[in-house]
């Protein structure tokens, strides 16, 4: 049985594991304030909370549940708009009524809960205003002018707030229900899921992380399947350094990098990075290892660990084998592994104190989109010297690529303009794009050549490359 709490209500029930908690909460629960929008995870009309209890804390992260399965609500507080109504409209229902903000009213539920999480977060641990934290949520009414100004009343009103107070003080100031004084005490009692092993014909189960993308490429089949759900097993969870070594669990997702205090210390634009990653409710849910298997051109933890040279622990559960990650891809989503092999940890060698980083990414959209190109390097770099050097690249061939020939010659050479150019043109020659509907072959050669320019510009003080910025 799956048991959580939904708004007030305890839940147990025995419904397929795989099924949608979208579909759980409209159909089996008759809870309609949650809209069914694009069912890809990119309106965010049917964005819910889900609360955990972490480390003995309460922590609360929007999501989308249109691409949740009902396992992954398990020992969880999951809030739909209905959960965060009170006798009369709440605080944040009351800006967004005095700003006009409602509109057609079809998003607004998603919008009013994605602030209801951000006016349960205890800190900001990375630059975060109220508008970034409805950076998943889409009107197609008109402007956002009237939501901006709505969320800067609520952003106003949380000023007032001291550290470690977050739930007391909404519910004090009539932002939340009385009742999510409780939920710590309540969630105290659940246990995490029984994983599927099996289905009754005695196929193993597949394995799901996040289910981000595999719920979009599979919405007809996998509510259905036997699934085995990573993403709750602790096991799999933290970020730990040993020594200079970081090491990753497979379902890790990109907020738990975003917010880890080792990759806040030793990647200083990882802000910046992972804003070029989808919007925050995918980002909540999306494991590094979903991504990496995945097997997408265009995978952004994929291209990120790749210029870190990133090494894989693969496990079928009994025996384990190490692999480079570039060594994973040996075709358009054929990977060298086994059908039962899961990966089980990520690892990389922690940046020193002459290493550079960046990532960069073109999509049609500026966030909140799959990229058309993406890149990311990493070079080590002492008197204007690469002593060695990595680089990725996305959408510019059938799988994600390392480029070897452009490490190669990234060794030992002195930073200069003519440098990148020859470094451009070793780059083109290991790459094979496609025109799709994302743009012409020629189109993404030429933003390959822009990213690993934007590297530069990123990484080297830009007094040195006037006539490169203006190329």
């Known amino acids: 049985m799956?048991?959580?709490?939904?708004?007030?209500?305890?839940?147990?029930?025995?419904?397929p594991k795989g099924m949608l908690l979208l579909d759980f909460i409209r159909y089996?629960?008759?809870?309609?304030?949650?809209?069914?929008g694009c069912r890809e995870g990119d309106c965010g009309a049917c964005t819910v909370l889900t609360g955990e209890l972490k480390n003995g804390e309460l922590v609360y992260r929007s999501v989308t549940s249109c691409l949740m399965p009902l396992a992954n609500a398990q020992g969880k507080h999951i809030v739909t708009v209905e959960g965060v109504n009170m006798g009369g409209l709440n605080f944040i229902q009351q800006c967004f009524s005095d700003q006009g903000a409602t509109q057609c009213?079809?998003?607004?539920?998603?919008?009013?809960?994605?602030?209801?999480?951000?006016?349960l977060r205890e800190t900001s641990v990375y630059d975060q205003s109220g508008v970034d934290a409805v950076n998943g949520n889409i009107c197609r009414c008109t402007g956002y002018k009237s939501i901006e100004r709505a969320v800067a009343n609520i952003e106003e009103k949380l000023n007032e707030r001291t550290k470690g107070n977050a739930i007391n003080f909404a519910i004090e100031n009539n932002i939340l229900p009385a009742y999510f004084s409780t939920i710590k005490e309540r969630l105290a009692v659940y246990h995490l899921p029984v994983n599927?092993?099996?289905?009754?014909?005695?196929?193993?189960?597949?394995?799901?992380?996040?289910?981000?993308?595999?719920?979009?490429?599979q919405h007809d089949t996998l509510p259905e399947e036997e699934i085995d759900f990573?993403?709750?097993?602790?096991?799999?969870?933290?970020?730990?350094?040993?020594g200079n070594r970081c090491i990753l669990g497979a379902?890790?997702?990109?907020?738990?990098?975003?917010?880890?205090?080792?990759?806040?210390?030793?990647?200083?634009?990882?802000?910046?990075?992972?804003?070029?990653?989808s919007s925050t409710q995918i980002r909540n849910m999306a494991t590094v290892?979903?991504?990496?298997?995945?097997?997408?051109?265009?995978?952004?933890?994929t291209i990120f660990f790749l210029a870190l040279d990133a090494h894989i622990l693969l496990s079928d559960g009994i025996t384990a084998r190490e692999l480079p990650l570039r060594k994973l891809f040996k075709g358009y989503k054929a990977l060298n592994k086994t059908a039962d092999e899961?990966?089980?940890?990520?690892?990389?060698?922690?940046?020193?104190?002459?290493?550079?980083?960046?990532?960069?990414?073109v999509c049609k959209r500026t966030h909140l989109d799959i990229a058309t190109v993406n890149s990311a390097i990493h070079l080590i770099i002492e008197d204007d010297i690469i002593l060695s050097g990595f680089i990725s690249a996305g959408g510019v061939g059938p799988v994600p690529i390392f480029l070897e020939n452009s490490a190669a010659f990234l060794k030992r050479k002195q930073v200069s303009p003519e440098m990148i150019t020859s470094l451009i043109d070793i780059a083109q020659s290991e790459i094979s794009p496609i025109s799709d509907a994302r743009g012409t072959a020629m189109y993404k050669r030429l933003l390959l050549g822009q990213l690993i320019k934007a590297h530069f510009i990123s990484l080297v003080p830009k007094e040195h490359f006037k006539d490169l910025m203006n190329a």
């Open 230 to 242: 990573l993403l709750d097993k602790n096991n799999l969870k933290g970020i730990e350094q040993s």
């Open 342 to 361: 899961y990966i089980d940890k990520i690892y990389f060698e922690l940046p020193g104190p002459n290493s550079h980083f960046n990532f960069e990414k």
């Open 289 to 301: 290892a979903g991504n990496i298997i995945n097997g997408s051109p265009i995978g952004d933890l």
């Open 105 to 119: 009213g079809f998003c607004t539920p998603g919008f009013i809960v994605s602030m209801a999480g951000y006016c």
């Open 251 to 277: 379902s890790v997702t990109v907020t738990d990098i975003l917010e880890s205090p080792i990759f806040q210390q030793y990647f200083p634009a990882l802000n910046k990075h992972i804003k070029l990653v």
């Open 2 to 15: 799956i048991q959580f709490i939904l708004n007030q209500k305890e839940i147990s029930t025995g419904l």
């Open 28 to 36: 089996h629960q008759r809870l309609t304030g949650t809209k069914i």
């Open 196 to 217: 599927g092993t099996g289905n009754q014909q005695g196929n193993p189960a597949k394995f799901l992380g996040g289910g981000t993308d595999l719920y979009v490429q």
